[in-house]
Every structure is written in structure tokens, then in C-alpha cells.
């Protein structure tokens, strides 16, 4: 009975470089989300994704960020050109899609990023 | 709203004392709410949740209270324990917000034997 898998667990950059973070859902479960974390603050909404669509972006930094979730796979948060403000643990959840509202998002173990 | 801060607000308590852990929502239109647990290092786990048309939920050891008059909403834990040391995020979703969580500041509770 897998939960939301992560991976890397740590990932260190240096500037300019790009950061790819993969994130498995729970196995049936088609929707995902991506949280960004930094030290001692709750997690803050980045992007919702359905297989191959992107249903709400709002979080998403205009530029050098960008997700996917194809048919097959897992679902890729992608940072191009690292800064170090991008440093920060990023956190996936997926949800079994139920359609009612009080569908429960279940958390990953996190990708924490460390730019240089 | 949004969550802003340097320095997480701790709550102490003695092992078998009961602990109430408190978080303001800003946003009137948020129509479910949930309790999340997240020890050092790892992701948040799903405690307790709530509907907006409810006022009290228990679970194992645990009660969620809701007021939505003054957008307040509190997490007991009966009987606190070692291992209930972590740091406790209150989440709300907003009603037609799409399946997007907004995250409080979180709580560190620390369990002293």
C-alpha cells in the first residue's frame, strides 16, 4: 500500500542549472498537486494537475517553472535556471479525484532543494 | 490568508496533558477544512477534517472544533503523547477554488515527559 512517492529526496544545484523533481501518486489516484515549503512556514499552493491537463496553475511562478503529469508516469516539477531563492523542500499530493470537495490530499516524504 | 512568519508559535505540554491547538481562516467562502501533522523532515499527514456545515468532529484521540462565526477553528489532542510532537498546520479549501489547499502558519507542539 504505497503512499505518494518522491523523488530525489535531496537535490542540490548550482545556479543557472535545472532542477527536475518526480513525483509518483498514490496508485489510483489521477489527481496531483505540487506545495513549496521554505523553513518554518506552512506550505503554499504551486500547481494542480490532472493526467495531461493542467487544472489551476495560480502558484506557479510566471517563469522557469513548469509541470506535467502525462498518461503514463509520474508527474514532473520542473525548475529551469535555478536561484537560490528556489531553495526550499517542494512537497507533491495526490487525491483519488472522488470529485466531492472533500477530497483528501495525501502528502509525500518531499524533494528537498539546495541551490549553491 | 496567506502564511507569513520567521519563528513558528510553540505549544508545551506534559505528556498525558490534553493539548489545544488553534488556527484563524480569513476567508468566508472556505467550506472544508483539515488538521495536518508534520514531524521533522517528513511530509504533512492527513489528521482531521471538517466540513463547513458541521461545528465538532472525533477522531481517535482527537476533536476538531469549528466556528465559523468567528473563522476559528481548533485541534484538542486528548491524552498528548511524545510521539504528537510535530508541527500542526491547519488547511482550508475554498468553495469553487478548484481542489487547492491554503496552509495556516502551523503550530510546533512540544511534549515534555
Known amino acids: 500500500n504505497a503512499g505518494v512517492m518522491q523523488n530525489p529526496r535531496h537535490l542540490v544545484r548550482r545556479r543557472g542549472q535545472e532542477a527536475r523533481l518526480r513525483c509518483s501518486p498514490v496508485k489510483g489516484h489521477s489527481h496531483v498537486y505540487w506545495y513549496r515549503q521554505l523553513p518554518e512556514e506552512g506550505l503554499k499552493f504551486m500547481v494542480y494537475l490532472q493526467k495531461e491537463n493542467i487544472i489551476d496553475e495560480s502558484g506557479m511562478p510566471k517563469e522557469r517553472f513548469s509541470a506535467e503529469f502525462p498518461k503514463e508516469g509520474p508527474s514532473i516539477l520542473r525548475i529551469q535556471q535555478v536561484v537560490r531563492g528556489d531553495s526550499a523542500a517542494y512537497f507533491c499530493?495526490?487525491?483519488?479525484?472522488?470529485?466531492?470537495?472533500?477530497?483528501?490530499?495525501?502528502f509525500g516524504p518531499g524533494t528537498r532543494l539546495t541551490v549553491l | 490568508g496567506e502564511n507569513v512568519g520567521l519563528h513558528l508559535p510553540t505549544l508545551s505540554v506534559q505528556e498525558g496533558d490534553n493539548s489545544i491547538i488553534n488556527c484563524a481562516y480569513s476567508?468566508?467562502?472556505?467550506?472544508?477544512f483539515i488538521w495536518y501533522k508534520q514531524e521533522s523532515g517528513k511530509g504533512p499527514q492527513f489528521i482531521i477534517d471538517?466540513?463547513?456545515?458541521?461545528d465538532k468532529r472525533q477522531g481517535q484521540r482527537v476533536t476538531v472544533l469549528l466556528n465559523k462565526t468567528v473563522k476559528h477553528l481548533s485541534l484538542q489532542i486528548a491524552a498528548t503523547q511524545p510521539g504528537d510532537s510535530a508541527v500542526y498546520f491547519c488547511a482550508e479549501k475554498i468553495s469553487g477554488g478548484y481542489n487547492k489547499l491554503i496552509f495556516g502558519a502551523g503550530t510546533r507542539l512540544a511534549v515534555h515527559p
Open positions: 471538517i466540513r463547513s456545515n458541521m
Open positions: 499530493a495526490s487525491s483519488p479525484g472522488t470529485g466531492g470537495f472533500t477530497d483528501t490530499q495525501y
Open positions: 476567508n468566508s467562502a472556505s467550506d472544508y
